[in-house]
């Protein structure tokens, strides 16, 4: 039987910078590791320029927040550097500030409102993780090919990244 090569566009493996995370609570928690572990077994990640430097995935990733920029720090299947990614950090500064809000407001929610309230609480905050996800895949134009679902899984550890005690 024929062994099925995992695809090179994806993500095999990814680490948070945990230096430049203050305080997490066990929401947060919960949404970092589902991330992590949903990017890893399923997503789409191909950086052009590592590419046509002769770089092949499945990717390791490291993510860190350095003077203001995240750093997308890029290895090949074999290990080796193959470059990296730096965004500024502003872009996002207002779209996470929301996410954090609604977060907040339906965590608060969860043990008193309504179903109907709940609801509502988490079609918003959907709508602004899916805002955040739609500016990450602006960001990334030209620098890496990436699907919907990468970028919003992206934006989740962006906004751990973001986490200040």
């Known amino acids: ?56 995935g499945p990717w390791s990733l490291d993510l860190a927040v350095v003077d203001g920029r995240l750093a997308i720090g890029l290895r090949d299947h074999h290990g080796r550097d193959a470059g990296g990614i730096g965004l500024g950090l502003a872009r996002f500064r207002r779209t996470v500030r929301e996410y954090f809000a609604i977060c907040d407001s339906y965590f608060k929610a969860v043990r008193k409102a309504s ?20 500016h990450l895949l602006e960001a990334l134009d030209g620098k890496v090919e990436l699907d919907h679902d990468t970028a919003r899984r992206l934006f989740t550890l962006v906004c751990v990244l973001h986490i200040r005690a």
């Open 115 to 134: 179903a109907q309230e709940l609801e509502t609480l988490d079609m918003a905050r959907r709508g602004i993780h899916d805002r955040g996800a739609r």
């Open 1 to 56: 039987m024929a062994e099925t090569v995992p695809h090179p566009n994806r993500i095999a493996a990814i680490s948070l910078d945990e230096s430049t995370v203050l305080a997490r609570g066990p929401q947060v928690e919960q949404e970092r590791g589902a991330a992590l572990r949903d990017l890893v077994v399923d997503s789409h990640f191909r950086p052009i320029r590592a590419i046509e430097l002769g770089h092949s």
